[in-house]
């Protein structure tokens, strides 16, 4: 038996929603994940078996490996498609925002969000949510988003109606937010969740295969240029950083998702605790922090760079220069060996 988790008041103020809406847009953060693409489609597929009108719509383009995930066609890109979102955001009757807590995570489609008239109900995993919610329910202890709305579809007393598509896309969210069950994934309740989606036919073997090992060559070799090249150790601070710049993402032809997994590859040496990747994009750094055990990625992120996210794994941005990014990494870096 799983445990409750999600309070008894939260399910019959999101049952109330459910029920007196017909269509529903379902939104999730900008440059969105496994975890963020799993709880969206998970839920996506159990509003379909309930006969709602739901429809998935990301800020951006989600990354190419998971562009199997069952539903992933019918997906709409908020930037390639402003228009038609507009409206289907506009005519709605309710809004899930899954997998941010703060509305700043849609990017460019923050404000028609916190425009819409919709009620919204966010389901997220993160600390700090804001409170733009009619319901709120935020359980950071929690591993991933999908694993909440696996809990949440039980909890309206709905898991007959978890059909094998929904269950792919949960597990998918649950495997990628664990780094496929290596970090963060010692609730023992997780492995009962996996058990049944397993018994749901889930094939979790193909799905690792599916999200882990379809790169491309070039991507490969972008990840040995990266360590062989750019990755830089402090081993004072038992640190690691690498850096990508636009010249050199570019002659990897760098595609949405070719560095993922990248930042998490230097904790595996012997004495790295905290490991950082900053990728220059066109109009900014995007930043990723990981650490292990007790040492906050988060703090150094919402530190330095105005970012956040959990305590081994967070994120941020910076509008300077790669070099100046750089620079006040490595000056602020002796602040947090109180961590080590
Ligand atoms: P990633 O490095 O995979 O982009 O992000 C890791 C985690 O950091 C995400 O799950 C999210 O919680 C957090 N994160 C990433 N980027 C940002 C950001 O720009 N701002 C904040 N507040 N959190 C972020
Ligand atoms: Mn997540």
Redesign the pocket.
């Known amino acids: 038996m799983i445990s409750k988790v999600i309070a008894e008041d939260l399910i019959h103020k999101v049952q109330k929603e459910i029920d007196k809406a017909e269509t529903m847009v379902i939104v999730v953060?900008v440059?969105p994940?496994g975890d963020a693409m799993g709880s969206a489609l998970g839920l996506w597929h159990y509003l379909m078996t309930i006969d709602k009108e739901p429809q998935v719509i990301v800020p951006t383009a989600f990354p190419d490996f998971l562009a199997w995930m069952p539903g992933a066609d019918k997906v709409l890109v908020y930037e390639n498609d402003k228009q038609k979102c507009d409206e289907i955001i506009a005519a709605t009757d309710l809004i899930f925002t899954l997998d941010f807590n703060?509305l700043n995570?849609l990017a460019g489609m923050e404000h028609v969000i916190k425009d819409a008239v919709a009620p919204k109900i966010l389901v997220d995993h993160?600390l700090h949510p804001g409170d733009y919610a009619k319901v709120t329910i935020s359980y950071p202890e929690i591993s991933s988003t999908s694993e909440l709305i696996f809990r949440l579809i039980c909890r309206l007393g709905d898991f007959s109606k978890i059909n094998l598509a929904c269950a792919e896309c949960i597990y998918t969210g649950m495997m990628t937010d664990t780094g496929a069950f290596t970090y963060n994934s010692n609730k023992p309740e997780i492995y009962s969740i996996v058990y049944e989606l397993i018994k749901l036919g889930v094939d979790k073997d193909d799905i690792y295969r599916r999200v882990f090992n379809t790169y491309s060559a070039d991507r490969m070799r972008l990840m040995g240029y990266a360590l062989y090249q750019k990755m830089k150790i402090y081993p004072e601070n038992k640190a690691a950083l690498i850096t990508l710049s636009l010249d050199e993402l570019k002659e990897f032809n760098f595609k949405n998702g070719d560095a993922e997994g990248l930042?998490n590859m230097p904790l595996s040496i012997d004495g790295v605790l905290f490991s950082v990747f900053m990728r220059e994009d066109p109009d900014k750094i995007?930043i990723?922090?990981r650490s292990q055990g007790t040492f906050p990625a988060n703090k150094v992120?919402a530190d330095l760079f105005?970012?956040?996210?959990?305590l081994n794994?967070?994120?941020?941005?910076s509008y300077t220069t790669l070099e100046e990014a750089v620079r006040k990494f490595e000056e602020a870096l002796d602040d947090y060996k109180d961590f080590l």
């Open positions: 953060h440059g994940d703060v995570r993160h930042v995007k990723s922090l992120s105005d970012g956040g996210g959990h794994a967070a994120g941020g941005e």
